[in-house]
């Protein structure tokens, strides 16, 4: 039997604990959109969920798709019947495009701040998931892309080599956090963190197989089946042993920011805010539209 679980919109949740949830969302109308951003489709014989991400045109992590986001993945979570979450996008040629700059660039502090919990919310219930998570990978992936796919537990792309992923902040003009920095290391290793932050690094799909950032590539028709056949390897685990195990691996890097989350939004919202980042960023944005054109 399958439930369609439509998420509700524009809805704030008001979360703190690491990785779990509290369980009041509080609704609260935007209306900037009516549109779900995320759609998921829960198949309680199996125990997956398929979360399809449908923020046209790029699937660009707004405010509000973030809140979205969490809500949707923290309802999966409680729901113990839910055992696996395969992430995709609905857009052609994007998984995501990564944080939406335009909730960065000139915007007040308070709604930076707000967007920034925002985006660590969606880190902390993806990192920290006792379900299975694997990122069926099926468009471009960057920047804040790349931090949901490396959050999740296994990574499949579509062998498209105009596809790219990784952690691009520098050529904006801004630095990955160190939440961002360490979730990289723990998938690909320090060296070639180091590297692929400082230049700012987009891979190819080949290449992102070669470091270990994605973990299979197949054809572009194949990444939800495979990421469907491949969660079913994982789910043949006793699922108390893999979460501990998870969570041994993970808690540490989760801590690490659970610790500091004031300090961490205080310290985006100074940077963000700064002359010539918001510099950066409008340069970048333009640069955007200009290759459009
Ligand atoms: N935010 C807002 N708008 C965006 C974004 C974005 N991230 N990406 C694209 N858009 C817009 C474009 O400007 C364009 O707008 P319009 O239609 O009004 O001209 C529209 O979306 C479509 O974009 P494209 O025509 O470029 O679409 P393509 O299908 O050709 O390409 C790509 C898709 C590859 C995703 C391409 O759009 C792209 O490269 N986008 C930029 C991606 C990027 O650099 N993202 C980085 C965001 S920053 C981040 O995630 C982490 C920040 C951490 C901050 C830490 C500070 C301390």
Same mark, same amino acid.
């Not at 009041?24 to 759609?39: D, H």
């Not at 691996?249 to 980042?277: A, G």
């Given at each position: 039997?399958?439930?369609?679980?439509?998420?509700?919109?524009?809805?704030?949740?008001?979360?703190?604990?690491?990785?779990?949830?509290?369980?009041?969302?509080?609704?609260?109308?935007?209306?900037?959109?009516?549109?779900?951003?995320?759609?998921?489709?829960?198949?309680?014989?199996?125990?997956?969920?398929?979360?399809? @991400?449908?923020?046209?045109?790029?699937?660009? #992590?707004?405010?509000?798709?973030?809140?979205?986001?969490?809500?949707?993945?923290?309802?999966?979570?409680?729901?113990?019947?839910?055992?696996?979450?395969?992430?995709?996008?609905?857009?052609?040629?994007?998984?995501?495009?990564? #944080?939406?700059? @335009?909730?960065?660039?000139?915007?007040?502090?308070?709604?930076?701040?707000?967007?920034?919990?925002?985006?660590?919310?969606?880190?902390?219930?993806?990192?920290?998931?006792? @379900?299975?998570?694997?990122?069926?990978?099926?468009?471009?992936?960057?920047?804040?892309?790349?931090? @949901?796919?490396?959050?999740?537990?296994?990574?499949?792309?579509?062998?498209?080599?105009?596809?790219?992923?990784?952690?691009?902040?520098?050529?904006?003009?801004?630095?990955?956090?160190?939440?961002?920095?360490?979730?990289?290391?723990?998938?690909?290793?320090?060296?070639?963190?180091?590297?692929?932050?400082?230049?700012?690094? #987009?891979?190819?799909?080949?290449?992102a197989l070669k470091i270990g950032l994605v973990d299979q590539l197949v054809p572009e028709d194949q990444v939800v089946t495979t990421a469907t056949q491949t969660m079913?390897?994982?789910?043949?685990?006793?699922?108390?042993?893999?979460?501990?195990?998870?969570?041994?691996?993970?808690?540490?890097?989760?801590?690490?920011?659970?610790?500091?989350?004031?300090?961490?939004?205080?310290?985006?919202?100074?940077?963000?805010?700064?002359?010539s980042i918001q510099k950066s960023l409008g340069m970048y944005l333009a640069m955007l539209k200009k290759r459009k054109g």
């Amino acid at each position: 039997m399958s439930i369609k679980y439509m998420c509700l919109l524009s809805v704030r949740s008001s979360c703190s604990s690491h990785g779990r949830v509290c369980a009041s969302p509080v609704a609260q109308q935007r209306n900037n959109s009516t549109s779900p951003k995320i759609k998921v489709d829960f198949d309680q014989s199996t125990g997956v969920a398929v979360m399809q @991400m449908q923020s046209p045109p790029v699937n660009s #992590l707004s405010l509000d798709f973030l809140t979205e986001f969490s809500i949707a993945t923290e309802k999966l979570e409680m729901d113990k019947s839910c055992r696996g979450l395969i992430i995709t996008s609905s857009q052609p040629k994007v998984f995501s495009a990564g #944080l939406d700059i @335009m909730e960065m660039y000139m915007k007040s502090p308070e709604h930076c701040g707000e967007f920034w919990k925002a985006v660590q919310e969606m880190w902390l219930k993806l990192y920290g998931s006792n @379900m299975v998570t694997i990122a069926a990978i099926n468009g471009s992936s960057p920047a804040g892309g790349c931090l @949901m796919s490396i959050a999740c537990d296994y990574r499949i792309m579509a062998d498209n080599p105009r596809y790219s992923i990784g952690l691009n902040e520098t050529q904006l003009g801004i630095v990955a956090p160190f939440w961002f920095k360490d979730t990289m290391i723990n998938t690909v290793g320090h060296r070639t963190t180091e590297m692929a932050l400082e230049l700012g690094m #987009l891979y190819n799909p080949s290449e992102a197989l070669k470091i270990g950032l994605v973990d299979q590539l197949v054809p572009e028709d194949q990444v939800v089946t495979t990421a469907t056949q491949t969660m079913t390897k994982w789910l043949a685990i006793p699922d108390h042993a893999r979460q501990i195990t998870k969570s041994m691996m993970r808690k540490p890097t989760i801590d690490k920011l659970t610790s500091n989350r004031e300090t961490d939004i205080q310290y985006f919202v100074n940077f963000i805010t700064k002359d010539s980042i918001q510099k950066s960023l409008g340069m970048y944005l333009a640069m955007l539209k200009k290759r459009k054109g």
